[in-house]
């Protein structure tokens, strides 16, 4: 017998299947916070053994793939949830809507058998909201913002309830803004309504946090089994209202005084207008190094083993000295086009693009970790962190806190880099001050208490 399936508490465990590590992880920490022992796994596989986490983490690697691949890669990782009889399966799906959100519910409804799928991807702290069924970034639809031209997932539908019904094949509802201002009990109504009309992805407005708790309640009262489908907005929410909230698990803060001169090294290759903005703030600081890796030079086979060495030895020498580090990619927007433009020159797509560098920074990030000791890496978008990461052996990521909203710190598991503390961010996440943050934190002794 699986030694999973004989535990009496299975039914109180939740499962999060993402669709990239910044993601998974990030979702993470929303339960890690709220005292549930969370890890992220590396691989997408379940270990065997039995685990003491209360919350499992997968990330299904699927958020730039082909729609029906993405139903494969996430009906495999469902299948391993359902054997194993975990209560509560949390879908997390990209904050601006990236992604094969549709198939994705799709494939864990029709493996874990759900009635209806609660879809709000709000996360209005961090400036996502829905509103009219309009997804928003900061107040602007998502196809007005850099999104439109990210790389390898541009958006060009901000009204979700449309761009769900083009991707999944049940129908869908809308909680509207009439039905949040009339309360939890008007969204169970209105919910109950769309249930009777045959609608099973229901996709609810929210611009306050408050409103993420109330269409948790409401779902709740239906009485019937849901599929929760959401950013890190919805994640946090989600153990009061189930009745699974442990003990706070500390405020991130952290005991006084700074550990030695160690280190910290920020892998920052993520194209994002907020990261560069990040990058910048960072810089200004005594004591930061910033090294920039040439992509043009990364790209091509006779420079790349070059570039990764001179970009390296000077990313050593610099933590060897007690500085912290800064690796960037193109930090301009003319670098980003002279980069794609010579992507295209040698035929490669832009989602290859931005794999062949995610890759270079993986093994920057591996040659620098493996030959000095360090107070902690942070590595920004998902490619590069799971780059890195997968370069470092690390079967999973332990979430311990957070260091701004969305944004997760814990330590890796497995590896030669084993019980290094590392922070990751998604690209387009955080203030200015983000990365500020992320470097105090990993200087900070570790809080005490960060599970159960």
Aim: glycine content about 10%; hydrophobic content about 40%.
């Amino acid at each position: 017998m699986d030694p999973m399936t004989n535990n009496e508490n299975n039914d109180k465990r939740i499962a999060v299947i993402a669709d990239d590590l910044t993601g998974a992880n990030d979702t993470g920490v929303q339960f890690a916070k709220q005292g549930l022992k969370t890890i992220v796994l590396m691989g997408g596989n379940i270990p065997p053994r039995p685990l003491e986490e209360d919350v499992l983490v997968v990330d299904s690697q699927s958020r730039a793939l082909d729609p029906e691949e993405a139903y494969r890669n996430v009906s495999k990782a469902a299948r391993m949830f359902r054997d194993r009889r975990f209560g509560v399966v949390f879908k997390k799906i990209d904050s601006t809507l990236r992604g094969n959100i549709g198939r994705e519910i799709d494939a864990i409804m029709d493996t874990c058998g759900q009635e209806l799928a609660i879809v709000a991807p709000a996360f209005p702290k961090n400036g996502r909201t829905t509103v009219g069924g309009f997804h928003l970034l900061q107040g602007a639809p998502l196809e007005e913002t850099e999104l439109a031209r990210d790389p390898k997932c541009p958006i060009t539908e901000s009204h979700l309830p449309t761009l769900l019904s083009k991707q999944t094949v049940r129908r869908v509802g809308h909680v509207a803004a009439d039905d949040v201002h009339a309360g939890a009990e008007g969204i169970r109504l209105a919910m109950e309504r769309m249930l009777a009309a045959g609608e099973r992805v229901i996709v609810c407005d929210a611009w306050r946090d408050e409103h993420l708790s109330m269409h948790a309640s409401a779902a709740m009262r239906l009485g019937k089994p849901v599929l929760w489908v959401g950013s890190a907005g919805l994640a946090e929410c989600l153990p009061q209202a189930l009745g699974l909230a442990a003990a706070k698990a500390g405020n991130g803060a952290g005991k006084d005084g700074l550990a030695g001169r160690e280190a910290v090294v920020v892998l920052a290759g993520s194209v994002s207008d907020v990261t560069r903005g990040q990058v910048r703030m960072l810089t200004r600081r005594p004591g930061v190094e910033s090294v920039d890796a040439d992509p043009c030079a990364l790209l091509r086979p006779d420079t790349a083993g070059a570039e990764i060495r001179r970009c390296s030895g000077a990313a050593l020498a610099a933590a060897k000295a007690g500085r912290d580090v800064v690796i960037t990619s193109g930090n301009d927007r003319e670098s980003v086009e002279r980069t794609m433009e010579t992507a295209s020159s040698m035929g490669f797509s832009s989602q290859r693009t931005a794999e062949m560098i995610a890759s270079a920074f993986g093994l920057l990030c591996r040659e620098i970790a493996t030959n000095t000791k360090l107070r902690g890496l942070v590595l920004t978008g998902g490619d590069i962190a799971l780059s890195a990461l997968s370069l470092l052996s690390a079967t999973g990521f332990q979430v311990v806190e957070e260091v701004a909203p969305g944004i997760p710190a814990g330590r890796l598991k497995g590896g030669p880099c084993d019980g290094l503390r590392v922070v990751t961010k998604a690209g387009a996440f955080g203030d200015g001050d983000a990365l500020c943050r992320a470097v105090d934190c990993l200087k900070r002794d570790e809080p005490e208490g960060n599970g159960r």
